[in-house]
C-alpha cells in the first residue's frame, strides 16, 4: 500500500459524497423543489476532490467554481451549506440572498464565486498577496478552478499575469471538460493544448487525465505542494469530459457519442473504484458501505434543510452596505 | 395517510411550461424516493420528473402530450408519516383548494405552487385599461383638486378655479379632469358669447378672490323716519348712505377687531377708518375709499364724498382713490332692492348693504292705533372666521341704534 | 497677512494616502505607476519611498487590479486602488459593480475598497481620458460614491473613505489638482453622506458636485450682480445622497437646477430631481431643470470641449430661465 492510503480512500470517500449530493440534488430539482438551476460536477469529482484535500480550511484559500461539489467537500464544506443554499434555507451561509453554487465562507478561506468566469484568479491572488503583507503567507497556497471555456476570459488572463508577476502560490485548476455550456473545444481556443498557456504565463504546469482517480491524487498534489514551497503559480490543465449537461436543465444532447464512448468519457468513480480495489485500498464492500453512508448523510442534509425557515422579506434589511451610518441614510 | 403532490418543476431559467411525453407509472405504483415517474420535454431538453420520497402513486392527474405550467401538480403520492420525517417533505402538505383532476385546471397549481404564483391562463393584455377609482385622491374637497397638467390648460387658456365650476367632474373624487375640461370647452363654443371688459374682469377677479372665504350675511330692519326728517332740515341734503356710513364707521371703532382680517393664528386690525362707497358704474362697480371717516363730521365729509362718487360715475377714479378701505357700504336700494347678501372686497371682511326703504304700518301701543313708519334693511356681510352672527348683529344693532340719532354724528 | 494658498487638491490626496499609509498598516496602494514613478498624475508621489512594503505598482490589468484588491479586503486589508484614469475602469467594471459591491449583501463579509478615479475632463483629453463615471456606479447596491470639489473635502473624504468598510468609488476631478488651492486641509470636517451649503441664497438653488460646484459658483456670482441670490449646495458624496439638505435648500428657494458634468441620460442629476418632484412638489415653484454634459463622446478639442460640458454661461442661461419659469 502507498504511504499516502489514508488520503486516497478519504479523496475517494469525499468523491462518492459529492456524487450522491449531487444526484440528490438533480432529483430535488427534478420535482421542483429547487429553483434557479442545478449545476453538477459529474465526471471531474477525482481532479475537484483531490485539490480540495490538498488544502487546509482556515489556512489555505479555495475559490470553487461550479463543478466542485467534490473539491468543495474535500475543503470542509458542511453538506448543510450546500443543501441550505440550493433549498433556500435562511439559516444558510448565503441566507437566501444567493443560491446554488454561489455559496462560500470568505473569512474561511472559502471565497464565494459570482458568475462571471475568471474573476476568482485575481480575488485568490489578492487573498495571498494580503497574507504576504501581514507576514502570514509561509506554508499557504490558494487555489482555483476553471473550465476551458473561462480561460477565454480577460479576467483568467489578468489574474493569472497578475499572479505571476507578484510569483504568488496560486493554483489554476482547469477542467477541460470538452464544451462551455454546448460549444466546443474548436471554437473556444486555437492553442494545441491548454498546457501551453503556461509557458505564456511563466507559470509551471501540470497535466493529469481527470478521469485517472489515482493520476489526479497524484497530479493536484504535486501541484500544491510546488506553490507551497513557493513555486509559484501552478496551472493544472485536466482533460475529461462533463458526464451531465451544462445544468440539469440540459440533457447535454450536443455531445457527440464518439466522445461519450471515448476515454475522456470514462467515469473517475467508475475507474477509482477499480483502482482502489486492485490497489487493495479498499475492499468492493467497503467502497459500497462508503454510498450507503453517503446516502445516509446527505438526506440528513436535504431534510434539516427542507424543514427549515425561508427568508422572509418583510424582515430582510434591504441594505447592501455594511456601514451603519450610510445604510441609515436613504439611499 | 398523507399525500405529497408531484410538481412540474422549473427545468431551465426561462422554461414556464413543459409538455408531458410519457407517464412512467400509473395508480397504485409503489415508487422510491428519487425515481423518474414522468417524462417531460422543454424546448431545451427532455427529462425526467422525480419523487422527492417514497410511497404510492394516489393519484395521476397529468395526461400525455398535454403542457403543464412550472408548479402545477402532476399527481399525488400517499406517503407514511415516518418517511415524511425522514426526507423533511413536510411543507408540501398543503392541500391545494382546488384538487380537480382535470388536465387544464391551473388553480390548484396556482393555489399551491411552492415558487411562483403562476396562472397558465394568464395571456398577455393587449391593452390596459386605466381606472382612477380607489386611487388616493387628495383630501378635502377633491373636486377643487387641480393636477399640474390641467392648472398648465387652465393657465394657457386664462382660465381660474371658479370657471370650472359648471364641469361635473369625472375622475376621482369627482376631480375635473382635462378630458372634463376640453369636453366643456368643445360644448361651450357653440353658445353665443360675448368679450369680457376689463371692468369685468377686474370685478370677477376680486369677487373670486373674496369668495375664497366663508362669508355670512345677517339683516336688521331699522325705522328711518328720524333720520329721512332730520336729514329734510339740511342744506344741502346729504346722502342717506353717508349717515350709515359714518353711523357703521362709528360702530366699528368701538369694537375694531370685527374688521380684522384673520391671517394665520393672528386677527390683523384696521389701523385707520377709511370706508368705501360702492358706486355701480356701467358694467360694473367701482369703491372709492374715503379716508378716516371716524375723524369727520358728516358737514365735513359731504362735499368730499360726492366728489368722489362724481369721479366714480365718470370713470375718472384712480386707483390711489381705491385702495386700503376696511369696510364698504353698497347703498343697493337705489335699485328698488329690499334685500341683498353684497360681497366684500377681498382685501376687507364688511359690507354693509342698505335696502330700500318702504312705508310700513306698525301698532303703537302709545297711541293705540297703527301708525305709519320707514322701515329699511340693513345687511352685514362679514367673515365668519373672524366674526359670529352674534357679533355681526350687535354691529347692525348698534348701526341702527345711532341712525336714529341722527344729529350726534 | 495670511499666505496665500498654497495646498493643492492632488497634495490633498497624497497627503491623505500618506497620513493613511503611516497610520494604519492594513491601507496599501495599489495602481499602474504608483510606485517609483509616483502616478501618472503625482498623486502618489514619494509614498512608495516612505513606504516601500505598501505600495505597488500592478501590471494594466484593471480587472485583475480589482480583484486583487477584493481579495485582500477580504482578508481584512483597505486597498486604495488607482485608476490611471477613470474610463479605465469599465475594464475593471465587471469586478467592481459584481464582485465588490455585491460581496457584504451576499456573503456579510465587507469589502473596504476605495477605487480611486481621476475623473472628469481637461482640455485635450479627449473621449477616453475625460469621462465622469459617479453616476455609472451610484447606480449599483452596496457602492459608495464621493465626490469632492475642496481641498479639505478631497483630504477627508479620502481617509473616511478608505477606513470604511464599504468598497468607496473616490471620483477625484483631474481639472482640479493643481487649480484648486487652499491654505490648509481644516474644513468643517462633515462626513461622508452629508452635502454642503457652499453659497447661501434665496431665489433658487444648484445641487451639484466635483468641479461643476466651482462652475455654479462663478455663475451665481454673475447673477447676483442681476440682483439674484442663488444657493448653491455640493453634494459631496453622491451615493447615499443627502436627500435632506438638498430638500431644505429648495424649501428655501422653491426652485432647483440640478447641475452634472456627467452624460445627461439618467444619472445623479436626474435621481436629485427626481428625489425632489417625489417628496416635494409642493415646495416648488417651478419645475425643476437638469443641466449636463451634451450627449456625445467628451470631444477633444478644447473649443469642443468647453461647449461639452456646462460653463457659467450656460448654468447663468439655465438659471435665468429657471427664475423666469
Redesign the interface.
Known amino acids: 500500500m502507498p504511504e499516502n492510503s489514508e488520503h486516497v480512500r478519504l479523496v475517494y470517500r469525499q468523491m462518492v459524497m459529492s456524487r450522491v449530493m449531487e444526484m440528490k440534488l438533480s432529483s430535488l430539482y427534478k420535482a421542483g423543489k429547487i429553483v434557479g438551476g442545478v449545476y453538477l460536477g459529474k465526471g471531474q469529482e477525482a481532479i475537484s476532490a483531490s485539490l480540495g484535500s490538498c488544502l487546509q480550511r482556515g489556512q489555505d484559500v479555495f475559490a470553487p467554481l461550479i463543478r466542485d461539489q467534490a473539491g468543495r467537500i474535500a475543503f470542509g464544506e458542511s453538506l448543510l451549506d450546500t443543501t441550505r443554499t440550493y433549498l433556500g434555507s435562511a439559516l444558510g451561509p448565503m441566507r437566501g440572498r444567493d443560491g446554488n453554487i454561489h455559496r462560500g465562507r470568505p473569512l474561511e478561506g472559502n471565497p464565494a464565486m459570482i458568475s462571471h468566469l475568471g474573476t476568482s484568479l485575481s480575488v485568490v491572488t489578492g487573498m495571498l498577496f494580503a497574507k504576504r503583507m501581514k507576514g502570514e503567507l509561509a506554508g499557504k497556497v490558494g487555489a482555483t478552478c476553471i473550465g476551458d471555456g473561462g480561460t477565454s476570459t480577460g479576467a483568467f488572463h489578468e489574474g493569472l499575469n497578475t499572479a505571476a508577476v507578484e510569483k504568488l502560490p496560486l493554483v489554476v485548476l482547469v477542467a477541460n471538460n470538452q464544451f462551455a455550456y454546448s460549444t466546443p473545444n474548436d471554437r473556444q481556443f486555437a492553442c494545441d493544448n491548454l498546457l501551453d498557456k503556461a509557458i505564456g504565463y511563466g507559470v509551471a504546469g501540470h497535466y493529469v487525465e481527470g478521469s485517472d482517480f489515482l493520476a489526479s491524487v497524484e497530479t493536484l498534489c504535486h501541484a500544491v505542494e510546488q506553490a507551497r514551497q513557493g513555486g509559484g503559480p501552478q496551472l493544472v490543465v485536466a482533460d475529461l469530459l462533463r458526464l451531465n449537461g451544462h445544468g440539469e436543465h440540459d440533457d447535454g444532447a450536443y455531445v457527440p457519442d464518439q466522445i461519450r464512448h471515448s476515454k475522456l468519457g470514462r467515469d473517475c468513480l467508475d475507474v477509482g473504484r477499480e483502482q482502489l480495489v486492485s490497489t487493495q485500498l479498499a475492499t468492493e464492500e467497503e467502497i459500497d458501505r462508503w454510498w450507503e453512508e453517503a446516502r445516509e448523510e446527505v438526506q440528513q442534509a436535504v431534510t434539516t434543510a427542507q424543514m427549515e425557515p425561508k427568508p422572509d422579506p418583510y424582515k430582510e434589511e434591504w441594505s447592501a452596505l455594511a456601514n451603519q451610518d450610510y445604510r441609515n441614510r436613504p439611499v | 395517510m398523507p399525500e405529497v403532490p ?8 426561462s ?1 414556464a411550461e413543459a409538455k408531458v411525453v410519457r407517464l412512467l407509472v400509473s395508480q397504485g405504483d409503489r415508487v422510491v ?2 425515481q ?1 415517474v414522468i417524462e417531460v420535454e ?1 424546448n ?9 420520497c417514497s410511497g404510492v402513486i394516489s393519484r395521476v392527474m397529468a395526461e400525455e402530450e398535454v403542457s403543464y405550467a ?2 402545477t401538480i402532476l399527481g399525488y403520492l400517499e406517503v407514511t408519516e415516518e418517511e415524511i ?7 408540501h402538505l398543503s392541500r391545494p383548494k382546488n384538487s380537480d383532476e382535470s388536465a387544464s385546471d391551473t388553480s390548484a397549481a396556482s393555489d399551491s405552487n ?2 411562483f404564483a403562476t396562472d397558465s391562463e394568464y395571456v398577455e393584455p393587449t391593452a390596459i385599461e386605466p381606472h382612477v377609482q380607489g386611487l388616493p385622491v387628495p383630501a378635502g374637497n377633491s373636486a377643487q383638486y387641480i393636477s ?1 397638467r390641467l392648472r398648465a390648460r387652465m393657465n394657457e387658456l386664462g382660465l381660474q378655479g371658479a370657471d370650472i365650476s359648471a364641469i361635473a367632474g369625472s375622475g376621482a373624487g369627482g376631480r375635473v379632469t382635462i378630458e372634463d375640461l376640453e369636453y366643456f370647452l368643445e360644448y361651450i363654443s357653440e353658445w353665443p358669447s360675448t368679450k369680457a371688459s376689463p371692468m369685468r374682469m377686474a370685478v370677477a377677479d376680486a369677487m373670486r378672490r373674496s369668495w375664497t372665504r366663508p362669508l355670512a350675511t345677517v339683516g336688521l330692519p331699522v325705522y328711518i323716519d328720524r333720520l329721512l326728517d332730520y336729514r329734510k332740515q339740511q342744506m344741502p341734503k346729504p346722502s342717506l348712505t353717508l349717515y350709515v356710513l359714518k353711523a357703521f364707521t362709528t360702530a366699528l371703532q368701538e369694537n375694531p377687531e370685527s374688521a380684522g382680517f384673520l391671517i394665520g393664528d393672528k386677527i390683523v386690525h384696521p389701523r385707520a377708518y377709511d370706508i368705501g362707497v360702492a358706486v355701480q358704474v356701467d358694467d360694473g362697480v367701482l369703491v372709492p375709499v374715503i379716508r378716516n371717516v371716524n375723524e369727520k363730521s358728516i358737514a365735513d365729509l359731504l362735499d368730499e364724498y360726492v366728489a368722489l362718487v362724481d369721479k366714480a360715475r365718470t370713470r375718472r377714479v384712480t386707483s390711489d382713490l381705491t385702495q386700503g378701505g376696511i369696510a364698504t357700504v353698497t347703498n343697493f336700494g337705489t335699485f328698488g332692492l329690499k334685500w341683498g347678501t353684497p360681497i366684500p372686497l377681498p382685501n376687507e371682511t364688511l359690507i354693509l348693504g342698505m335696502g330700500a326703504g318702504t312705508k310700513q304700518l306698525i301698532w303703537s301701543e302709545e297711541v293705540e292705533s297703527f301708525l305709519p313708519v320707514t322701515e329699511m334693511d340693513l345687511v352685514l356681510t362679514f367673515d365668519h372666521r373672524v366674526v359670529d352672527g352674534g357679533g355681526a348683529g350687535m354691529l347692525l344693532n348698534r348701526v341702527a341704534e345711532l341712525l336714529q340719532r341722527p344729529q350726534d354724528l | 497677512m495670511p499666505a496665500a494658498p498654497s495646498i493643492t487638491y492632488i497634495d490633498a490626496i497624497r497627503d491623505a494616502q500618506r497620513d493613511l499609509l503611516a497610520e494604519h498598516p492594513e491601507v496599501f496602494v495599489y495602481g499602474q505607476d504608483v510606485g517609483k514613478f509616483g502616478g501618472a498624475f503625482k498623486a502618489t508621489q514619494g509614498l512608495q519611498e516612505a513606504f516601500p512594503s505598501q505600495v505597488y505598482d500592478s501590471p494594466i490589468s484593471e480587472d485583475a487590479m480589482i480583484g486583487l484588491a477584493i481579495g485582500a479586503a477580504i482578508e481584512g486589508m483597505h486597498p486604495i486602488v488607482e485608476m490611471q484614469f477613470a474610463d479605465f475602469s469599465s475594464v475593471a467594471f465587471n469586478q467592481i459593480v459584481n464582485q465588490a459591491a455585491t460581496h457584504y449583501y451576499r456573503t456579510g463579509v465587507p469589502i473596504p475598497l476605495t477605487v480611486r478615479m481621476p475623473c472628469g475632463g481637461t482640455p485635450g483629453s479627449g473621449p477616453f481620458h475625460s469621462q465622469m463615471v459617479e453616476s455609472i456606479y451610484s447606480h449599483y447596491p452596496g457602492l459608495v460614491v464621493v465626490t469632492p470639489a475642496t481641498v479639505a473635502d478631497a483630504y477627508c473624504l479620502l481617509k473616511e473613505a478608505v477606513l470604511a468598510k464599504d468598497p468607496v468609488i473616490y471620483c477625484e476631478h483631474k481639472f482640479l489638482y493643481r487649480w484648486l488651492k487652499a491654505e490648509n486641509y481644516r474644513g468643517d470636517d462633515l462626513p461622508i453622506g452629508k452635502a454642503r451649503i457652499t453659497r447661501p441664497g434665496k431665489h433658487a438653488t444648484v445641487v451639484t458636485y466635483s468641479a461643476m460646484v466651482h462652475e455654479a459658483v462663478r455663475a451665481a456670482d454673475r447673477l447676483s450682480e442681476e440682483g439674484w441670490e442663488i444657493e448653491v449646495v455640493d453634494l459631496r458624496t453622491v451615493k447615499p445622497l443627502d436627500t435632506d439638505t438638498v430638500m431644505a435648500s429648495v424649501a428655501r428657494t422653491g426652485r432647483l437646477l440640478a447641475l452634472g458634468e456627467a452624460f445627461p441620460w439618467g444619472g445623479v442629476t436626474a435621481e436629485v430631481v427626481a428625489r425632489v418632484v417625489q417628496d416635494g412638489f409642493h415646495l416648488l415653484d417651478a419645475p425643476p431643470q437638469r443641466l449636463n454634459s451634451r450627449d456625445t463622446p467628451v470631444p477633444y478639442h478644447p473649443n469642443l470641449w468647453a461647449a461639452h460640458r456646462p460653463t457659467p454661461e450656460s448654468i447663468c442661461d439655465k438659471l435665468r430661465q429657471l427664475l423666469t419659469l
Open positions: 408531484i410538481l412540474m418543476p422549473q427545468l431551465g431559467e422554461i424516493s428519487d423518474e422543454t431545451k431538453a427532455t427529462m425526467g420528473v422525480t419523487t422527492l412550472v408548479g420525517i425522514r426526507t423533511g417533505v413536510g411543507d411552492v415558487h399640474p
